[in-house]
């Protein structure tokens, strides 16, 4: 079991940046793989950025390519997620997720453990 407790959200105008950070306790990320996720109100939750175990390969959805950077920490246990340029549409909860594999995929079901969300709002 890993536990995992996301930080850093909050209310910021566009153009503006936040760095999210996902902790974890009870096993060492070294192991996992590790997803961010967000789900804006009344929508399904969405891909936002992957990252694989050893942190040398990362994926993004297009919509936050060239603008937001996760980067992993195995020192400290810790994902981030760098968030930069956010724009309106980037209002939502932010998750993060983990699976005891390489390189976990694009959908909510290929991970197995997950934060409680810290809320992101872009707003001026």
């Known amino acids: 079991q890993v536990q995992l407790v996301e930080a850093g959200g909050g209310l910021v105008q566009p153009g503006g940046s936040l760095r999210l950070s996902c902790a974890a306790s009870?096993?060492?990320?070294?192991?996992?793989?590790m997803g961010w996720f967000r789900q804006a109100p009344g929508l399904e939750r969405e891909f936002v950025g992957r990252?694989?175990?050893?942190?040398?390969?990362?994926s993004y959805t297009d919509s936050v390519k060239g603008r937001f950077t996760i980067s992993k920490d195995n020192a400290k246990n810790t994902v981030y997620l760098q968030m930069n340029s956010l724009k309106p549409e980037d209002t939502a909860v932010y998750y993060c997720?983990?699976?005891?594999?390489?390189?976990?995929?694009?959908?909510?079901?290929?991970?197995?453990?997950w934060g409680q969300g810290t809320q992101v709002t872009v707003s001026s």
């Open positions: 009870g096993r060492s990320l070294d192991t996992f793989a």
């Open positions: 990252i694989s175990r050893n942190g040398a390969y990362v």
């Open positions: 997720a983990a699976k005891a594999t390489i390189y976990a995929g694009r959908l909510s079901n290929d991970y197995d453990y």
